[in-house]
């Protein structure tokens, strides 16, 4: 039997109502031929209810424990699907992470999948069984504990199965009806994607754009799922939403694909620290064991403002999200004390945003820079940062200009245009 792996997010099975709408769209899988596996969220706003009993109750709380709450939201609405299911006649079961096995790391709250063994969902097949309803989002260690993924993990737990499975596809129902070229909410002209390939995708997930948990697309790319967003609030068929696939699966692509932006973002730099071997690695294994999430870095050798000393000092410049300055101003404060380096001043700038263009066009293509830097020159806004890869182009530009950015990269780029 071919199979395919639904999924269906928090708004998707918000209520009993909802629960039957998804149902409906299992069944005309069904129909169609295919056993299926469905991973299901938690109701939207279960888990940040559940999250909140945790920490109404302990602030420093045992994450062992946190688990145990909050991995309750999921298998409420793993139980409810597969009556809803059995109800509609169809043969469907649910299996709570710890049942199916879903073996993962004991790193609680963010564990990682060591195994999925297959063998009790296969024999449910062979038994007659048409749908397996596996909750989401969470998984068992080695020591026998109840694990999460992390915010956002039943995606992830989609892909798993779906590669583990064989599957066919892995489709994700939400309450958007595919990814869009950018934010619609700011840009509106957005166009919805027929395709998108693995890496833009991840690199417009990790930008800001919420509709897939990042490690679902990673984990989507190393296996090769081939993953499809799509509502649950429409009418839908096999060309509904948006494929995410591998880029030989898309024929002609555009040199840019998309824009993504993140808005709280802060740019700190340290003005003169010393130029020498060991400074980058002073700054940023602090930063790392802090925590902190820097993400752009520049280095720039101030020969003219050192006059005295050329080359001697440098400025540090570096961004992480908004919320994370004041741990990051405080884990260089320590390296300051403990010796481990030495800075005149360290400057926040909390009131940027990050706007980023997207594309594997880019790789064969030149002057997407310079055409970039045109169009936010042309609206007069200025870049503080650029940050470059093979598929991708980010600036750091003052917040109150993020909008504006998306919009006239949109329409430089042609990207309303199909
Ligand atoms: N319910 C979990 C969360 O809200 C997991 C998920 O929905 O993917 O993060
Ligand atoms: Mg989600």
Same mark, same amino acid.
């Given at each position: 039997?071919? !199979?395919?792996?639904?999924? $269906?997010?928090?708004?998707?099975?918000?209520?009993?109502?909802? #629960?039957?709408?998804? =149902?409906?769209?299992?069944?005309?899988?069904?129909?169609?031929?295919?056993?299926?596996?469905? #991973?299901?969220?938690?109701?939207?706003?279960?888990?940040?209810?559940?999250?909140?009993?945790?920490?109404?109750?302990?602030?420093?709380?045992?994450?062992?424990?946190?688990?145990?709450?909050?991995?309750?939201?999921?298998?409420?609405?793993?139980?409810?699907? =597969?009556?809803? !299911?059995?109800?509609?006649?169809?043969?469907?079961?649910?299996?709570?992470?710890?049942?199916?096995?879903?073996?993962? %790391?004991?790193?609680?709250?963010?564990?990682? $999948?060591?195994?999925?063994?297959?063998?009790?969902? *296969?024999?449910?097949?062979?038994? &007659?069984?048409?749908?397996?309803?596996?909750?989401?989002?969470?998984?068992?260690?080695?020591? &026998?504990?109840?694990?999460?993924?992390?915010?956002?993990?039943?995606? %992830? @737990?989609?892909?798993?199965?779906?590669?583990?499975?064989?599957?066919?596809?892995?489709?994700?129902? @939400?309450?958007?009806?595919?990814?869009?070229?950018?934010?619609?909410?700011?840009?509106? /002209?957005?166009?919805?994607?027929?395709?998108?390939?693995?890496?833009?995708?991840?690199?417009?997930?990790? !930008?800001?754009?919420?509709?897939?948990?990042? +490690?679902?697309?990673?984990?989507?790319?190393?296996? /090769?799922?081939?993953?499809?967003?799509?509502?649950?609030?429409?009418?839908?068929?096999?060309?509904?939403?948006?494929?995410?696939?591998?880029?030989?699966?898309?024929?002609?692509?555009?040199?840019?694909?998309?824009?993504?932006?993140?808005?709280?973002?802060?740019?700190?730099?340290?003005?003169?620290?010393?130029?020498?071997?060991?400074?980058?690695? =002073?700054?940023?294994?602090?930063?790392?064991?802090?925590?902190?999430?820097?993400?752009?870095?520049?280095?720039?050798?101030?020969? +003219?403002?050192?006059?005295?000393?050329?080359?001697?000092?440098? *400025?540090?410049? $570096?961004?992480?999200?908004?919320?994370?300055?004041?741990?990051?101003? /405080?884990?260089?404060?320590?390296? +300051?004390?403990?010796?481990?380096?030495?800075?005149?001043?360290?400057?926040? *700038?909390?009131?940027?945003? /990050?706007?980023?263009?997207?594309?594997? &066009?880019?790789?064969?293509?030149?002057?997407?820079?310079?055409?970039?830097?045109?169009?936010?020159?042309?609206?007069? #806004?200025?870049?503080?940062?650029?940050?470059?890869?093979? #598929?991708?182009?980010?600036?750091?530009?003052?917040?109150?200009?993020?909008?504006?950015?998306?919009?006239?990269?949109?329409?430089?780029?042609? !990207?309303?245009?199909?």
């Amino acid at each position: 039997m071919p !199979l395919l792996v639904m999924k $269906f997010g928090g708004t998707s099975v918000a209520d009993l109502s909802r #629960i039957e709408n998804a =149902a409906k769209k299992v069944q005309a899988e069904v129909a169609r031929g295919y056993d299926v596996i469905v #991973i299901v969220s938690a109701m939207s706003g279960e888990t940040n209810k559940l999250v909140g009993f945790v920490e109404g109750t302990s602030k420093l709380y045992d994450a062992r424990e946190y688990d145990a709450v909050v991995t309750a939201g999921e298998n409420v609405t793993a139980g409810l699907m =597969a009556l809803r !299911l059995q109800e509609m006649g169809i043969p469907a079961r649910s299996w709570q992470g710890w049942q199916v096995p879903i073996n993962t %790391t004991s790193a609680h709250g963010s564990a990682r $999948f060591v195994s999925i063994p297959r063998d009790h969902i *296969d024999q449910k097949f062979a038994e &007659g069984f048409k749908v397996a309803v596996v909750a989401g989002f969470q998984g068992v260690s080695a020591e &026998g504990r109840l694990t999460t993924l992390g915010r956002g993990g039943s995606d %992830t @737990t989609a892909v798993a199965f779906a590669a583990a499975f064989g599957a066919e596809r892995c489709d994700i129902y @939400t309450d958007v009806d595919g990814i869009y070229t950018t934010d619609p909410r700011i840009a509106s /002209k957005a166009r919805k994607l027929e395709k998108i390939a693995f890496e833009e995708m991840l690199e417009l997930a990790s !930008l800001g754009a919420k509709v897939l948990q990042t +490690r679902s697309v990673e984990l989507a790319m190393r296996y /090769k799922v081939r993953l499809r967003v799509l509502s649950s609030f429409e009418d839908t068929d096999e060309n509904s939403g948006t494929l995410v696939c591998d880029e030989e699966e898309i024929m002609e692509s555009k040199v840019v694909s998309g824009v993504a932006y993140s808005r709280d973002e802060a740019k700190m730099t340290l003005v003169t620290v010393e130029d020498r071997p060991g400074v980058a690695s =002073a700054i940023f294994g602090p930063l790392a064991e802090a925590g902190v999430n820097v993400d752009m870095i520049v280095q720039n050798i101030s020969e +003219r403002n050192y006059g005295s000393h050329p080359g001697a000092v440098t *400025d540090m410049t $570096f961004s992480v999200p908004v919320n994370q300055v004041a741990r990051a101003q /405080k884990a260089m404060e320590d390296a +300051r004390s403990a010796g481990l380096i030495n800075y005149d001043e360290l400057i926040a *700038d909390t009131e940027v945003a /990050k706007v980023s263009v997207v594309g594997i &066009g880019m790789r064969s293509q030149v002057g997407v820079a310079a055409k970039m830097f045109q169009a936010l020159s042309s609206e007069n #806004i200025n870049i503080k940062v650029i940050a470059t890869s093979e #598929i991708k182009i980010s600036v750091l530009i003052d917040r109150k200009y993020m909008e504006l950015a998306v919009q006239a990269l949109h329409d430089a780029f042609e !990207l309303d245009k199909a």
